[in-house]
């Protein structure tokens, strides 16, 4: 479906349309009750937007804006997609409270 919204519509507004899905996702996910209304808001919502508008989106993107260091990009790309969270997540200071 991503593929085909992509192609149909242009990745700029999959981008668009992804990060308002996943954002309103997240804001839902605040006024939820219920473990499987958390469930189905963040599985169907949020991650389908993250994936529509961060993963799939940005890679058209880049693919259609590179044309002779194509692969540099895309595997710069996929490198700093991977690598950033992680960096991300080592850098908080994780402490529990006393």
Not at 4 to 24: Q, Y
Not at 46 to 64: D, R
Request: hydrophobic share 55%; glycine share 12%; net charge positive.
């Amino acid at each position: 479906m991503a593929g085909w919204f992509i192609d149909r519509f242009g990745p700029r507004r999959a981008l668009f349309v992804g990060a308002l899905m996943s954002g309103g996702g997240f804001l839902a996910l605040g006024y939820t009750t219920s473990l499987w209304a958390f469930g189905c808001i963040y599985l169907l919502v949020v991650t389908a937007g993250a994936n529509l508008g961060f993963s799939y989106a940005l890679s058209t993107l880049i693919n259609n804006w590179f044309y002779r260091r194509k692969a540099l990009a895309m595997s710069v790309f996929q490198a700093v997609d991977s690598f950033l969270p992680a960096v991300l997540v080592g850098a908080w200071p994780w402490r529990l409270p006393r």
